[in-house]
């Protein structure tokens, strides 16, 4: 079967898939290509938090603090997953939340794209938009975020490990063939 074969007539999503991982993992653009593939809406919370406060993530950041955008992002994840069946991205943190974990768990399913710490250095280090690294060695922030954040993420249901050559559609079977293994999750049409 080709991964044009994996569309939405496959497969019918009957839960929500909230993708957590950290930055630069690709859940924003898995999301989206796996959103396609089922024929579901994507959503981002990251996106949702920055249109509620007319600002960008960094701003709310710098001008509120890392606990008060915390605190609005769960609000977000909780008012999202509410909805029909969706793919979710959320912001590398979200899921150290034990609040936006039992949301997710009651609503959805969590999947962990787990990328390498050099994979993710490698798509983020030319970035200027991740708040946490505006520091004077962000290599080295990302290791302790990365080693700190990993064992919570360990605790998604589900995994798909990030390769770090493997394209976006190629990554996408992948995940899909994660969910497949996981009725409750996505269910074949008869």
């Not at 990365?146 to 079977?173: G, K, M, N, Q, W």
């Amino acid at each position: 079967m080709t991964s044009q074969e994996t569309a939405a007539d496959s497969y019918i999503l009957k839960r929500s898939v909230v993708l957590v991982g950290m930055m630069g993992s690709g859940k924003t653009a898995i999301g989206k290509a796996l959103a396609q593939r089922l024929d579901v809406p994507f959503l981002d919370s990251d996106a949702a938090i920055e249109e509620a406060a007319q600002a960008t993530i960094a701003e709310i950041f710098e001008r509120d603090g890392e606990p008060f955008f915390r605190q609005r992002e769960a609000e977000v994840i909780a008012r999202l997953m509410k909805g029909p069946p969706c793919v979710l991205s959320t912001g590398g943190g979200a899921f150290l939340n034990l609040g936006v974990r039992e949301t997710i768990d009651e609503h959805g399913v969590a999947l962990w794209l787990d990328a390498s710490l050099d994979t993710l250095w490698d798509r983020v280090k030319h970035k200027d938009t991740r708040p946490l690294l505006r520091t004077a060695n962000p290599r080295q922030t990302l290791s302790e975020i990365f080693d700190a954040r990993r064992p919570v993420y360990s605790l998604a249901r589900l995994r798909t490990d990030i390769a770090p050559h493997r394209s976006i559609d190629e990554t996408t079977d992948q995940v899909l063939r994660t969910l497949a293994n996981a009725p409750d999750i996505l269910d074949t049409p008869a």
